[in-house]
């Protein structure tokens, strides 16, 4: 994966949302890799500076990891030590040849190729596009801002993890597209878990733009007097509750990181007081 080493932040929420809905349709060939494991937590991918977005290593005669790199929309079968046996362009390819060719390799590597299917999701909780129908990819419409969103995102969330010892692994997910880590708070509200949810979201039916989110769980009932954050950030009240920054205000994801950690520490430290 080829990038620059300043950023190329140019803010087009046009062209971020049509290379949003590409990428995220891009990685759903890795999500369903996770049908070889009985365990559907294997549907979290991560993030690798080198290669970008990467399955969990699966265990064959030959073990593997497959990888999507986000700005030429390529996937790669990758050996130890970072070989990569075989690639696969998407641009101007539809979806369905993407898994043709993951369910061939996956079968030459010894593994059940038949198994690798498109993950269903609710109709209503996954974005809509023609590349479900058959359309094919364009490299035309993708932008490598979101490479830089989420190399940045990936370097904060593992500060997080560091710092709080009951933090998650640092996580993609395959359904909504964000990258983020959970941290579990001691003792429960009505049995209930107690947990502070810290990512970010390349955009939704929340914000049209990346924002980073804080949310406690469960939701306070009363929302009218929340904690002041610090960076700016805002809360968010609207079907669910969480402190949010967006790209909007944070500007360029390189740039800004101390920023977005500033906001991230009082959101964690806000959300940890509303569970008490």
């Not at 079968?77 to 061939?104: M, N």
């Not at 370097?155 to 993890?161: D, E, H, P, W």
Request: proline share 7%; charged share 20%.
């Amino acid at each position: 994966m080829n990038t620059d080493e300043e950023s190329s932040f140019k803010f087009d929420l046009q062209q971020l949302a049509s290379a949003r809905l590409q990428l995220h349709y891009a990685i759903q060939p890795l999500a369903a890799i996770a049908n070889v494991y009985p365990d559907p937590n294997h549907r979290g991918l991560g993030w690798d500076e080198q290669l970008g977005f990467i399955t969990h290593i699966v265990i064959m005669e030959k073990s593997y990891t497959v990888a999507l790199d986000p700005i030429s929309l390529t996937l790669e079968f990758v050996t130890d030590p970072d070989t990569i046996i075989s690639s696969f362009s998407l641009s101007d390819r539809a979806l369905s040849e993407a898994f043709a060719w993951i369910k061939a390799i996956v079968s030459e590597l010894g593994g059940l190729g038949d198994l690798v299917v498109p993950i269903t999701y609710p109709p209503d909780d996954f974005p809509d596009s023609d590349l479900a129908r058959g359309a094919t990819f364009n490299l035309e419409n993708i932008s490598s801002l979101f490479a830089e969103y989420y190399a940045a995102a990936n370097r904060i969330l593992q500060c997080i993890v560091e710092s709080e010892s009951l933090a998650s692994s640092v996580r993609l997910w395959p359904h909504h597209f964000d990258i983020a880590t959970l941290i579990s708070i001691p003792a429960a509200i009505d049995g209930e878990e107690k947990t502070v949810g810290v990512g970010l979201s390349p955009g939704d039916g929340s914000y049209a733009e990346p924002y980073w989110y804080v949310t406690p769980y469960p939701y306070p009932e009363n929302t009218d007097d929340l904690p002041i954050l610090d960076g700016d950030g805002i809360w968010h009240k609207e079907y669910w509750v969480g402190a949010v920054l967006k790209a909007s205000q944070f500007g360029d994801p390189i740039k800004s990181e101390e920023r977005v950690k500033t906001f991230l520490i009082s959101a964690i430290e806000a959300c940890k007081k509303l569970l008490g």
